[in-house]
């Protein structure tokens, strides 16, 4: 399966096969992909079996407007709203208690739900032209790389799919921030490159930083991302240069940028071209810390984790 460019027709099309309950490559800001109808058992269960994802993993529902949401979710509480109205459309999830309308098969069994509405215009007139809220978990197999350009779907996933939409590379480059939203608490289950500095500044309060329940959030595996070259962190040897550097024993090596954003963007393209070279290790220097790094950090140290 080729991707087709996204433009009219090839949207057009892919919304027809959502609605035969196919399942769809499709570009989203942060990372590519496998779309199905979110209300379609059979579409949704095929989802998992073409990621090799176990069933306890619960996918994200993709929404056009605030409306869709509503019809997803059984509460969108005042916190929701602030955040809704501050970062969506964009790379934001929230997790909220689910309506009877979402099946338990997309919540993997949870009352709860994660809903996003993504910026990427493919994206959200591939939910507007099917009439569906879209389930999609990033288009790779189960622990593999998310693909940030329609050429990193893997074939194994390809082949499952009815199309595959390009929309280009991935603006944002990884995962959405995943936060829980109850009632008033809130709490960040997944980092991504909206930080929990700018979630808390939005809300005008500290976030929920206590322990997280055990089952806040499932999927949540401490090796995960995980190109096959085995991955070591270290020490930043030219503190204060600018620049970071993806290196190999013998090959070279992969100038990262400076910068979280472009740094994010980046990285699974630079990881997935380490992968490809077949080593057996590669060496990933340590970015800067601080809250515009986490979730650059989050992917590394499990990219890196041995577990
Ligand atoms: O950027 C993204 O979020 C991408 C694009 C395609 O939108 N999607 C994505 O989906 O990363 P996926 O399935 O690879 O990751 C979904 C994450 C998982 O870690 C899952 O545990 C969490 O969201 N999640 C989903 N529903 C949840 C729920 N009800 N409670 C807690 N966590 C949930
Ligand atoms: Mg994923």
Redesign the pocket.
Known sequence: MRPLIADEAAIQRAAEAIQEGLLVGMP?E????IAADATNVHAVRATFVLKGRPSE????V?VADVEQALEVVSEFPDPARVLAQRFWPG?L?M?LPKSARTPDEV?AG?D???V?M?SHPVARSLIQLSGRPLS???ANRFMAL?PTTAQMISPEIAEGLALILDGGPCEVGI??T?V?VESDEVAV??PGIISAVQISDALGRPLHTGAPQPH?????YRRHYAPSTRIVLVERLLPGQPGLTLRTPSEGQIQMPDQPEAYARRLYAALGELDALGLREAFVEAPPTGPEWDAVWDRLTKASSEG
């Open positions: 989203t942060t990372v590519y992909g993993n619960p996918l994200i993709h790379p999830t997790v919540t949870l709860t739900v994660a996003r993504p999609a978990p990033s998310s995962e959405s995943v829980s289950l997944r806040a959030s499932p999927g949540m």
